[in-house]
């Protein structure tokens, strides 16, 4: 029986790959069709091992026009990896700016979809030393952009006590995800539109500090996962800005700028809380991102007044206690459908009843915030 050639390729590239190995490997990929050769490259983490060998340059440069976005995507994924000399940063410029319109931003957001910290923001602001090739990446991205038409949004999303309850929040168990956050994620991510640019626009945005092998980022990957999050992306804080508030504000506000840079088609809605520096990121948001910004929402978690949730409310940010709360403010905004708001509806009050809870007081109080925001939930909305 003739072996399925990825399945041959993933035995070929196990282990230490020999001459002969890689001699092997090299045939299997040149004399693959293209389709044959596309479905070979789906594994990012199989086709990172093949990149020390002489089989990058067969995917890279000999076969790269046959390459379909994923397998595009796991190259460039592949290149980055390790060690990113200039002649890699060279094919990375060249592997993205082949790709034009909409299929750029398929490309970009599968980048993003890496099960490790090589994320685009990575690729392009950390791997990436030659100032030239960045630059040229950025415009491409940038003319690309101009040609795309429509109004869709990323969602940047805090992490501890917006999605969920692990610092100063004492009204959830700590580690509970809160009951609604990933509904309401999941409508955003519809938005209003029939049909979708992009799927998978969340992107989270953490004063949790990054560190030069990816370790802490990868274990906040994987606790999000574990925690039923989907796909995402993670832009990451620094040791040296978690000292004061404005410092985590002002790298979060950094690395939103960079963000909107590989992102300009997007609109884009910040989801944070009043525990740290969110509501200046807000604030700075809505004033240095002018016209981009579709909603600034922030997760009260420290009681703050009605008088002072108005005059935030007046500069465009709002205070929310549940995600029932959060969602009619979205719809509101129109940011999410009729159909939208029932489903972040329904997975809260249901998500409420699966909460370990720590005591009855707990409970209590938690509860009577959620009814205080299903009573400004819209006449006509279908409540469970």
């Known amino acids: 029986m003739t072996q399925n050639p ?19 490997i ?45 397998s595009r995507s796991t190259v460039i994924h592949g290149l980055q990896t390790g060690r990113t000399d200039r002649a890699a940063e060279a094919l990375i410029a060249e592997l993205l700016c082949e790709v034009h319109g909409e299929d750029l931003t398929v490309l970009k957001n599968l980048i993003d979809a890496t099960p490790n910290h ?13 100032v030239a090739i960045r630059q040229s990446i950025l415009d491409h991205i940038a003319e690309q952009a101009a040609t795309l038409t429509g109004r869709e949004s990323k969602v940047l ?15 959830f168990p700590r580690g509970t995800i809160y009951p609604g956050v990933i509904a309401l994620w999941d409508a955003l991510d519809l938005g209003i539109a029939a049909k979708p640019r992009s799927l998978g626009d969340l992107t989270f945005i953490t004063a949790r500090p990054a560190d030069l092998i990816g370790f802490i980022e990868n274990r906040t990957r994987d606790h999000l996962r574990s925690s039923g999050v989907g796909r995402s992306s993670v832009l990451s804080g620094s040791f040296m800005h978690l000292l004061t508030r ?48 579709d909603a ?37 905004k129109g940011l999410i459908t009729d159909a939208g708001l029932a489903g972040v509806i329904k997975a809260t009050v249901e998500g409420f009843d699966q909460v370990d809870w720590r005591d009855e007081q707990q409970e209590q109080t938690s509860r009577e915030l959620l009814e205080q925001d299903l009573l400004s939930v819209p006449a006509g909305t279908t409540l469970p």
């Open 118 to 130: 090589h994320d685009l923001s990575e690729l392009v602001f950390e791997d990436i030393d030659d």
């Open 246 to 293: 404005s410092g985590m504000a002002d790298k979060k506000i950094e690395n939103i700028a960079r963000y909107h840079l590989l992102y300009p088609e997007y609109r884009l809605v910040f989801i944070g809380d009043s525990g740290q520096g969110d509501v200046i990121v807000a604030q700075r948001l809505l004033a240095e991102f002018s016209g981009v910004v």
């Open 157 to 171: 999303s805090d992490i501890d006590d917006t999605t969920l309850s692990a610092l100063h929040d004492r009204r």
């Open 6 to 24: 990825r399945a041959l390729l993933q035995v070929l590239a196990s282990g230490r790959i020999s001459r002969s190995d890689e001699q092997a």
């Open 296 to 332: 600034c929402l922030i997760h009260d978690i420290v009681q703050t007044d009605a008088e002072t949730r108005a005059k935030y409310a007046d500069e465009g940010v709002i205070f929310f206690d549940t995600y029932v709360g959060a969602a009619v403010a979205a719809h509101a």
């Open 26 to 70: 090299v045939d299997l990929l040149t004399k693959a069709d293209a389709a044959g050769l596309n479905e070979m490259l789906v594994d990012p983490e199989l086709t990172d091992r093949l990149m020390s060998t002489r089989a990058a340059v067969v995917l890279a440069v000999t076969r790269r026009a046959e390459l379909d976005l994923v």
